[in-house]
């Protein structure tokens, strides 16, 4: 193997010793000679194909992210949360206005599942039996949120149980003794006692509409805390939960609190109001935000 | 040494508190609830399945290297910027034949709380089995482990104390309006140049310099003073399941980069068998986001061969706030990845006999003596 030209590093901290300073440049060489990998490997510029290739893929998964929290908001179940499993095909189109037109299939999987689940994800042979599959277009407005969504899933539960699922979590909703003792869900050690189980889930359904709302083609959103729960009524048949939640940032890694306030009842469209905390930007101003459920579409199966 | 050890352990303690460093002067703090520490606590007893306070952290790493005499000694590497004392131990058979190094950290962003789990949970796994199996035992025999379980104590003990989701150190900036430099932006490489900011508020702040923080200048000046031997760096990080190699402030790749590559992919492929937890494999440029000043990047450019960036789960379910529940299976599966790792790397210089193969210093020595000759 040839060795590379590489300039040399920086000396350490004494100083390199005369007689060494020759041989310096030369050690270099042929530690890179030997370390280094098969021809072609070093310093390569970028193929313009693999660039794009990245692009793509980081493109793909932040639809999918936006398509996702968009179907979990709009199929208002807090029973029937899904997460992404995996985009399988998908395009993506960037206009000259830096605006973005992607078209997608993923694959979806349980939310609810428990962690440390006993029957391990590999035992799945057939794995689209466990899995949704959701097609969408997603249009993304050059780094302004609010990314336009259309997206259809197969059905991952079946609707009725799905609205028992829904009913028991309520009736359980109904059960919590107000005012609710809580500091934060989960704690510090990621512990969610059961009992408060349901309000982890409402809450990620509330945050699903703010989440979709922030999404952008280089943004995305975790749910990472629930840091207070100021308000749970169960009067008048709904639940009305007035939260702050905090959510993670991925690119930045910044904490955003945002305030929540959601209405709900089985079967009926969430209705969600929020403001969130933002780092102010020369883009951004600070200020309420509301959004509404319209009246929900049927959701066509495949 | 052990006296020093412990009158720096109490200063550690008492000096912040005395002078009043608390640091956060905007928020109002939470009642400081650390758990009191019981010298007569036995490493039994110790919960590898639970996450602990630094205090506890501290108290183990002495009965580490108390248990492990022959084995394990602790040495001190420098002091936080809140005046705290940073322990590594060094995990070492006494032998004749030179050694290389493995460097693990963990810890560097305070929330992620998983990684100094980790850590603690490697140093048990190689203690506990180094005698009885034989692929940890070769290790020992050509390998010195150096593992810093926690590099940013300031920080964590911040979230354990008053902000659970503290990211960065806990240096005052901006006349005591701002906190914490990002010790994984404040390294010298490519130092504030992408993926990184000059605004102290920010969560990626890199500090005001390369290197400014005590931290980092505490690993960096270890680092290079023995990068001759250190062949593998792993920093451990959380969350998103990644194994990333350099760089993240290009898109250029390491000389080496097919090899981390494949290295990395076998690590991701022992994991995978463990609990079926996916992980993928890339550069941190091509797969995760831009970043200047990583450790990682730094280590490798210092010509440390091995440098990998581990984002342990999950996927952002509970995200930084792992459940306790799940440190079990997340250190079970990390460990088969890094001890793939540290197989590749072993068998790369040493035969399975532990006799020395053709290495980067026995290539440049014989160079060395052909051009002695020539002069």
Not at chain 1, 100 to 119: A, G, K
Not at chain 1, 146 to 151: E, G, L
Not at chain 2, 223 to 247: N, R
């Amino acid at each position: 193997m040839p060795p590379r030209g590489q300039p040399p590093p920086a000396s350490g901290p004494g100083g390199p010793r005369p007689a060494v300073l020759l041989l310096a440049p030369l050690l270099l060489l042929a530690l890179q000679g030997v370390a280094a990998a098969p021809a072609g490997a070093g310093g390569t510029e970028d193929s313009p194909g693999l660039q794009d290739a990245e692009l793509q893929r980081g493109l793909l998964q932040q639809a999918a992210r936006a398509a996702l929290h968009f179907f979990n908001f709009r199929a208002g179940s807090p029973s029937a949360l899904r997460v992404l499993a995996a985009v399988l095909e998908g395009r993506a189109t960037v206009n000259p206005k830096k605006e973005c037109q992607v078209d997608l299939v993923f694959t979806t999987d349980h939310y609810n599942r428990e962690p440390f689940c006993l029957i391990p994800k590999s035992l799945f042979q057939d794995g689209e039996e466990r899995l949704g599959k959701c097609s969408a277009r997603v249009f993304f407005r050059n780094q302004k949120p609010r990314p336009a969504v259309n997206v259809t899933c197969t059905r991952l539960i079946e609707k009725n149980k799905r609205q028992q699922e829904d009913y028991l979590l309520y009736t359980h909703m109904k059960q919590l003794k107000t005012p609710l003792d809580v500091v934060s869900i989960p704690d510090s050690h990621g512990h969610i006692d059961p009992s408060l189980r349901p309000i982890w889930d409402l809450a990620f359904l509330g945050s699903s509409y703010v989440m979709w709302e922030k999404t952008t083609q280089f943004l995305h959103y975790y749910m990472a805390q629930i840091s207070s729960v100021n308000q749970w009524k169960t009067n008048d048949d709904a639940v009305d939960f007035d939260y702050t939640v905090l959510l993670h940032e991925f690119s930045t890694q910044e904490i955003i609190p945002c305030r929540i306030h959601l209405v709900w009842y089985p079967g009926k469209p969430l209705k969600v109001k929020y403001h969130c905390q933002e780092l102010q930007t020369p883009e951004e101003a600070s200020g309420t935000e509301e959004g509404s459920a319209v009246a929900p579409t049927e959701l066509n199966n495949f | 040494m052990k006296p020093l050890l412990g009158t720096l352990y109490l200063l550690g303690i008492l000096v912040p508190e005395g002078l009043g460093y608390d640091g956060s002067l905007a928020q109002p703090r939470r009642e400081v609830v650390e758990e009191t520490v019981n010298p007569w606590k036995s490493l039994d007893t110790y919960s590898y399945t639970k996450y602990h306070p630094m205090e506890e952290i501290y108290q183990w790493m002495i009965q580490i290297s108390e248990k492990y005499t022959g084995v394990v000694t602790q040495h001190f590497l420098g002091m936080t910027y809140e005046i705290r004392p940073m322990y590594y131990l060094k995990i070492s058979q006494p032998s004749n034949n030179p050694k290389k190094i493995i460097w693990m950290d963990c810890g560097i962003h305070a929330r992620e709380w998983i990684a100094p789990a980790f850590c603690q949970w490697f140093v048990k796994e190689i203690l506990q089995n180094y005698k009885d199996n034989p692929r940890i035992g070769r290790f020992l025999r050509n390998l010195d482990f150096y593992v810093l379980p926690v590099l940013n104590i300031d920080g964590y003990i911040y979230t354990w104390t008053t902000d659970r989701l503290w990211r960065k150190s806990r240096s005052s900036h901006n006349n005591g309006t701002c906190f914490g430099t990002d010790l994984n932006r404040n390294f010298n490489v490519a130092w504030c140049s992408i993926g990184a900011s000059k605004d102290c508020h920010d969560l990626t702040f890199c500090g005001t310099g390369p290197a400014s923080e005590p931290e980092t200048k505490a690993v960096s000046s270890f680092v290079e003073s023995k990068k001759e031997s250190i062949v593998c760096f792993l920093t451990m990080h959380s969350y998103g399941q990644l194994i990333l190699t350099p760089y993240g402030y290009t898109k250029n790749k390491s000389s080496n980069h097919e090899e981390l590559i494949q290295v990395g992919q076998k690590a991701a492929n022992a994991l995978k068998k463990k609990h079926g937890t996916n992980f993928r494999v890339g550069s941190s440029a091509d797969i995760l986001y831009t970043t200047s000043g990583a450790s990682r990047d730094w280590a490798r450019d210092i010509g440390i061969p091995f440098s990998y960036t581990f984002e342990l789960r999950d996927n952002g379910t509970y995200g930084f706030v792992l459940p306790a529940a799940q440190i079990q299976a997340t250190c079970e599966e990390t460990m088969e990845a890094v001890l793939s790792v540290l197989d590749d790397v072993y068998e790369k210089y040493w035969d399975s006999d532990g006799a020395g193969k053709v290495t980067p210093t026995a290539v440049v020595l014989g160079l060395l003596v052909s051009f002695m000759s020539v002069l």
